[in-house]
Each structure stands twice: as C-alpha cells, then as structure tokens.
C-alpha cells in the first residue's frame, strides 16, 4: 500500500466530487451526496481514492440502484447488504472513485459516515489512523484491510452494537 497526505491531492478531489455530484444528482434527483473517506477528512493519509456516499429514501432505493447500476461498474458485491450497494465510478481528476449508495438513516448509512466524521472531529483518532497506515506502508493490501477493518471495528463497535 501506499499512502499520501490528503493535503496533497484537496484540488483534485474538489474537481473529482464536483464532477461526480452532478452525474449522480442528475441520474438520482431526490439523493443527498456526502464526500466520505480519508480524503474527506483534513490531514488524514489516504491511498488516492475518492469515495461519495449517496443517500437515498428507503422507498427510492431499488430504482436507484438501478440508476447507478446503469451509470457504474458494480464492485465489490460480496459486501452489499439490503441497504448498501457499492460502485466503480472510473476516474475523476485522474483519482479512482468509488460511489457507496445506501437506503437513509439504515446502519450501513450511519457505519460509512461515522468514522469519517469521528476522524475530523478527533485528532488524536486521527493521528492514531494515520499512524495504522504508515505502519503498511509498503505491505500487502490484504494486511492493510484487515488492520483497518479492526481499528473500525475498534471505533465504532460499541457505537453500533
């Protein structure tokens, strides 16, 4: 794995979201769209990639699905659940985007916002995140996935048992 300072990537992410919020607002109207991920979160270290979480109404999900289906490569669909979908959005800014669709107000949707919200709200978290990462630095990506899947695990866990 490799990592960056998020500082170093702001201006390219600005252009990336601004690209994907008007593809996705205008495939799914009624969608709120939050930026998410380490490159959400001022002077988190972060592999480059963009993540927007889109958040629908329970009663519009499938049909938006279906609309980001439509628009994005599927991707990892052994993690979808009945309220959590995610896509391959390509490149924006030459950054790999990724689009996290879930049904408003489920767990999952409270699950991908939390930490990011947590990291920018607590330095020593964050310092403590970035720390995990400068330890795989240069490792193997399954290594890192698993390291970080515990520290959210770690974090959140008593939020959402």
């Known amino acids: 794995m490799r990592f960056v300072p998020e500082r170093e990537l702001r201006e390219q992410v600005k252009a990336a979201i601004a690209v994907l919020e008007v593809e996705l607002e205008s495939a799914l109207p009624a969608c ?3 930026h998410i ?3 959400s979160v001022p002077g988190a270290l972060t592999k480059g990639d963009v993540d ?4 629908v109404s329970p009663d ?3 049909a938006a699905m279906d609309a980001v289906r439509s628009a994005y490569e599927v991707n990892q669909p052994e993690n979808w ?3 959590f979908a995610s896509f391959d959005a390509g490149r924006r800014e ?3 985007c990724g689009v996290q669709l879930v049904r408003a107000g489920s767990p999952d949707d409270r699950l991908l916002t939390e930490m990011s919200r947590r990291l920018r709200a607590d330095p020593d978290l964050l310092e403590r995140y970035n720390d995990l990462k400068r330890e795989h630095e240069g490792a193997d990506r399954d290594a890192y ?3 970080k899947a515990r520290f959210h695990e770690a974090e959140l866990g008593e ?3």
């Open 32 to 34: 709120e769209v939050e």
């Open 37 to 39: 991920g380490a490159t």
């Open 52 to 55: 927007v979480l889109v958040r």
């Open 60 to 62: 519009r999900y499938e």
């Open 81 to 83: 659940t009945d309220d």
């Open 94 to 96: 030459a950054l790999p």
């Open 145 to 147: 996935w698993e390291a």
């Open 159 to 161: 939020a959402f048992d």
